[in-house]
């Protein structure tokens, strides 16, 4: 088991830590990413 102590000095499971984090943020960003994307092909215009 990957484990660690957290600041508080509780033991914290790597990996369950991670997948929280990943569920929280790795969407998020990569919804973002594609608005960036959408909103950047819209300022561009058809592709000639």
């Known amino acids: ?3 660690l102590f957290d600041l508080d ?3 914290i499971d ?4 991670f997948k929280r984090w990943a569920a929280d ?8 990413a594609i608005g960036h994307i959408l909103d950047e ?6 592709i000639a």
């Open 9 to 11: 000095n509780t033991l």
């Open 41 to 46: 092909s819209a300022r561009r215009g058809p």
């Open 25 to 32: 943020h790795v969407v998020t960003d990569v919804v973002a």
């Open 14 to 17: 790597r990996l369950a830590a």
């Open 1 to 3: 088991m990957l484990a």
